[in-house]
DNA sequence: TATCTTAATCGTAATATTGCAATATTACAA
DNA sequence: TTGTAATATTGCAATATTACGATTAAGATA
């Protein structure tokens, strides 16, 4: 029915699927890459620099923001992106600690 | 047009999101997680352990499986899965080289 | 061989995602 | 206030994903 049923799994599950979810598309990661690279954070070139049209651009970033992954203003002119540092670790330490969990003992 | 247009990003991008794409949901979470619990990796009962239909997780074995994740014997009734340790190590690099890769040096 | 068990596949429905054109909004500058 | 430059929103089309009932296939066992 094309609806994950999210309920039938524990809260860290659902937070690796979501977190996973933001990186599942090569726009995203390349649009993460280009905002960390960037000294002063003012990301106006993103539709130049990544190769899509400005709406699809925009979804993406939301879908970063959504996550909260994004953090700055984002309102008008004054626009100026950068990394949630914080919750950039939070999701850099759950990968860590799911992939730490998986032992691969067998076979 | 609901086709993500891979072409414009770079082998790494796309890896990298290839990768996260298994990973965001929450029954590939669970599945990896339980397969990587089994001492003997004979994985019958998945179906009573997730809670969704045979077809359902057969579907989603077969995208861990073609992301080269799992390893072992697929057919019949010498069924026995486990986590492809060498894959699986990849992944797990690719995601410590994205996430060492960001620097969050702004704002 | 017939039957049982278990996983894969097929078919289909519902929903989500991806992408863009058109339009709206916002902030600033002249 | 009018124009300009930039991002956001809307609406829509194409495709992908998620899920499951029904069926099929393959091996085990009586």
Not at 51 to 73: D, M, R, V
């Amino acid at each position: 029915m094309g609806v994950s049923k999210t309920q039938l799994f524990n809260i860290s599950q659902n937070a690796v699927a979501r977190a996973a979810k933001v990186l599942a598309h090569p726009a995203r990661v390349a649009i993460l890459q280009y905002i960390s690279r960037q000294e002063n954070c003012i990301c106006t070139d993103l539709v130049d620099v990544i190769g899509l049209s400005q709406p699809t651009i925009s979804q993406h970033l939301n879908e970063i923001k959504k996550a909260g992954l994004l953090q700055g203003t984002f309102e008008g002119k004054n626009l100026c992106y950068c990394i949630n540092r914080e919750k950039w670790e939070e999701v850099q330490e759950l990968f860590h600690a799911f992939f730490g969990k998986i032992n691969q003992n067998c076979c």
